[in-house]
């Protein structure tokens, strides 16, 4: 009963790591979806991908507000969605974007983004706070909030042009739950009088007259597209990676998403190497029971011999009772991870937007069961030839 | 057998020689069982009692020399062969732990008929059917219907002794072997035991090797064999 319950336990683990892995690249692969490109200044692919959808790292350089409007002007464009990176809130990074992000970032299996409380910005101070924002600092909707300017150790507060809260973004399981979301005019108004990073002495303007001056952005950081139809993505890659104005870049999001998602194959296989090894320690359990009872079961064996069993039929039953154990473990293993991803499963999509199928086990599942079972069968040919051995040399009556 | 002739033994040693590691325990230069004979060989243990048995039953093989039970030489058989052999004419009762614990009583009993169609054929052909068979022998060995419910664990020595006796006899094999069956038992059920397993042998006319330490017991046989009288090798006893 024990040797199934670890066997149980260990196939439960082996597969469920499978899973995990397999529903933690489903996820990633689907940080961002119904985009069809993302663009920014010329840099490399994955950083373009970093910094532009996990706000990891900074650009190199940006694009400029022209390169912007020109580009979509063009025909083949059905919506953008421009962002405005390089501030921080307490850790947060702050996003300058328009109201269209809120309807066109789609993530997961094409979900959109839905308000848990409040309403886009309007105001040029009007600020959207993603889920986790809200959880770590406590902010409800109407906390005034100051937003610093650089996104790493040393920051310096836009203290004098303070914004207010005005929604809150439900939990997506993305990086859009660790973001301050504001509008482009707003990035403008807080960096009206600074230059090059640092607030200009003397030129300050209050926060009342930014919201009159000209507050249209003369660069941004990046832009998301949408096309009009699939098939004139590769034109439109194209075209932006040769734009003559500006050195650009135009990733296709998936593609790089599965670039990046190979960096961490190692991770991936180190994984699954330890919950193998997990399932070995399981079998090697079930060796030492078969192999602690055998020395009391001489005897039944001897009584088989004297019956008229073959000794091969002695080593044949003892490795079917290693292969059963092993059967029962893997079917309990199964019934264990069917339990375990029932009840996990809302709360993984939630925190981690991992999302997991209650379906029958994969293809690839399906190969490391099988292994396990072989291996099952294998490891109970040991004590099986030790028996085999004893019989023969126990003849009739053992010797006790 | 030779007809219109004497019988040819159950059972024929010929120059017998079995070693352990190097050391001789068996050097039989003659030994004979009759057929129907009942038999008493007494040796104590660690004379060789165990090797003998396992020679006789095929399960061991001997250095040199012959056995040769109803005319069939041992040697000329292989391994599988001579294991159905012994399935086909042998039974086996030893002194204890006689019973698989994971078979009831009925199944333990039926045990011979699973590796012999020829003891299967005889018990249907006996009662009915090979069940049948085991019921009837159980109850001729005095194990009542309460006893064959309960699971083997729960049997005293005294009622496994005699399941096994019935595991032994069922389809009338030719040679019953029997290794200090009583041992384990008192007084009583020492005689008793006996008592019926030798009217059982009796109405088969099968031949008994009875194996035992304990000389009081060989009053029930008809021929008596020290084994240290036909085993050349001295052993000291292990006690």
Not at chain 1, 163 to 173: E, K, N, P, S
């Amino acid at each position: 009963m024990l040797t199934i319950a670890t066997i149980g336990v260990s196939v439960a683990l082996l597969l469920g790591v499978e899973q995990v892995r397999d529903s933690a690249r489903r996820g990633f692969a689907s940080t961002v979806a119904g985009t069809d490109l993302i663009v920014g200044a010329r840099s490399g692919s994955i950083n373009l991908l970093l910094y532009s959808v996990f706000h990891i790292g900074d650009a190199t350089n940006n694009v400029t507000w022209q390169s912007y409007q020109d580009i979509t002007a063009q025909p083949e464009v059905a919506w953008a969605v421009p962002l405005s990176l390089g501030d921080s809130h307490r850790g947060f990074r702050v996003v300058g974007t328009d109201a269209d992000f809120f309807s066109r970032y789609h993530y997961g299996a094409q979900r959109a983004l839905a308000f848990s409380d409040g309403v886009p910005f309007r105001d040029v101070y009007d600020a959207v706070i993603g889920a986790q924002v809200a959880e770590k600092l406590h902010y409800p909707v109407g906390q005034s909030i100051v937003l610093a300017h650089g996104t790493g150790p040393l920051t310096a507060d836009h203290a004098d042009k303070p914004f207010r809260v005005v929604g809150i973004l439900a939990r997506t399981g993305t990086p859009v739950d660790a973001s301050v979301f504001v509008s482009l005019e707003a990035i403008e108004a807080i960096h009206l009088d600074w230059q090059s990073g640092v607030r200009l002495p003397g030129q300050a303007i209050s926060a009342d007259a930014a919201r009159h001056a000209d507050l249209t952005p003369k660069a941004i950081t990046a832009f998301l597209l949408g096309l009009k139809s699939r098939t004139a993505v590769f034109a439109m890659q194209r075209y932006i990676n040769d734009y003559e104005d500006e050195p650009l870049l135009a990733i296709l999001p998936g593609v790089a998403l599965q670039e990046l998602w190979s960096l961490l194959g190692v991770a991936e296989n180190a994984l699954l190497i330890v919950a193998a090894m997990v399932v070995v320690a399981g079998l090697l359990g079930m060796l030492t029971a078969l192999l602690t009872t055998l020395n009391e079961r001489r005897r039944e064996m001897a009584i088989l011999r004297a019956v008229g069993a073959r000794p091969s039929l002695i080593f044949f039953l003892l490795v079917a009772e290693a292969e059963f154990l092993t059967l029962f473990g893997i079917v309990a293993g199964l019934a264990l991870l069917a339990i375990a991803v029932a009840v996990a499963r809302a709360w993984a999509q939630a925190h981690y937007g991992m999302t997991f199928d209650i379906a029958s086990p994969s293809a690839a599942q399906g190969l490391l069961l099988a292994c396990v079972a072989v291996a099952g069968g294998l490891i109970g040919c040991l004590p099986a030839w030790f028996a085999y051995r004893y019989t023969l040399a126990d003849g009739l009556v053992q010797r006790l | 057998m030779i007809p219109g002739g004497v019988p040819t033994p159950a059972i024929q040693l010929r120059d017998l020689r079995f070693a352990w590691n190097g050391r001789d325990t068996i050097d039989i230069p003659q030994m004979s069982i009759g057929r129907g004979e009942r038999l008493f060989l007494q040796g104590p243990s660690g004379s060789g009692k165990s090797t003998l048995l396992g020679l006789i039953g095929g399960v061991l093989t001997p250095s040199a020399g012959e056995v040769v039970m109803l005319d069939q030489r041992l040697s000329a058989l292989s391994g599988a062969r001579r294991d159905r052999f012994r399935a086909d004419h042998i039974g086996f009762i030893f002194q204890q732990f006689n019973l698989l614990p994971f078979l009831d009583v009925i199944e333990n009993v039926l045990l011979p008929c699973r590796f012999s169609r020829r003891r299967a054929e005889r018990a249907r052909v006996e009662a009915g059917s090979e069940k049948s068979q085991a019921r009837m022998l159980l109850e001729a060995l005095g194990l009542d219907a309460e006893a064959l419910a309960k699971p083997v664990r729960e049997l005293s020595v005294g009622q496994q002794q005699r399941v096994a006796a019935a595991r032994a006899l069922i389809g009338s094999p030719e040679i019953l072997i029997a290794d200090e069956p009583t041992s384990a038992l008192d007084e009583d059920a020492r005689a008793s035991f006996l008592g019926l397993l030798i009217a059982q042998c009796n109405r088969e006319r099968g031949t008994l090797v009875f194996v035992s330490h304990d000389s009081g017991l060989a009053t029930f046989f008809e021929r008596k064999l020290l084994l240290r009288e036909v085993n050349r090798v001295v052993t000291t006893a292990v006690n």
